[in-house]
T-cell receptor, first 113, second 118 residues
């Protein structure tokens, strides 16, 4: 079974802190994604990575950056957390081949106070 | 403009009945795909079913079927014989390519909350 894990289920941080959200997948997938989920807005793509060290902005990249130094790990970084970044963050991965299905991690609920 | 529209914020159905969750989409791509994901209260996203734009037959997976009407740009999810465990948020999503890297991404709708009552 594909497994996507995220470093924390719940996280509370203060405004202005630098926050790292980590995601690891164990299926050697080429592509990895970070989404945020807010009530009434669905999932919105923040960034994705199609290969190691390669990244591309999604629909809402402002205030975020990402890092992918190893194939299995994709990190989302909030350089200076703000209260409007309080949200559920979901990581996903997919095989870069013919299957388009994305496999999701359990999510991290981040609260910025 | 919204690319995926789910017009039903919430739906109620009785156990053992069938239910249809609506999804319409907007794209100018010739090659695209539609997904449905289920998100129970625990939060994980569970893949249910996929339909490619060139697939001639409607996709089916057990109790789930996708009613794909290409001309109307709709991809409704039909759940037959609803069960209590089907209570969850359901998201329709569309695969599209064309980002700078050429790699495909998913665009999600806002979701429909389904409640199944005994």
């Amino acid at each position: 079974d594909v497994k996507v894990t995220q470093s924390s289920r719940y996280l509370v941080k203060r405004t202005g802190e630098k926050v790292f959200l980590e995601c690891v997948q164990d299926m050697d997938h080429e592509n990895m994604f970070w989404y945020r989920q807010d009530p009434g807005l669905g999932l919105r793509l923040i960034y994705f990575s199609y290969d190691v060290k390669m990244k591309e902005k999604g629909d809402i990249p402002e205030g975020y950056s990402v890092s992918r130094e190893k194939k299995e790990r994709f990190s989302l970084i909030l350089e200076s957390a703000s209260t409007n970044q309080t949200s559920m963050y979901l990581c996903a991965s997919r095989n870069g081949g013919g299957s388009y299905e994305q496999y999701f991690g359990p999510g991290t609920r981040l609260t910025v106070t | 403009a919204q690319k995926i529209t789910q017009t039903q914020p919430g739906m109620f159905v009785q156990e053992k009945e069938a239910v249809t969750l609506d999804c319409t989409y907007d794209t100018s791509d010739q090659s695209y795909g539609l997904f449905w994901y289920k998100q129970p209260s625990s939060g994980e996203m569970i893949f249910l079913i996929y339909q490619g734009s060139y697939d001639e037959q409607n996709a089916t997976e057990g109790r789930y079927s996708l009613n794909f009407q290409k001309a109307r740009k709709s991809a409704n999810l039909v759940i037959s014989a609803s069960q209590l465990g089907d209570s969850a948020m359901y998201f329709c999503a569309m695969r599209e390519s064309g980002r700078g890297s050429g790699y495909s991404t998913l665009t999600f709708g806002k979701g429909t909350m389904l409640l199944v009552s005994p």
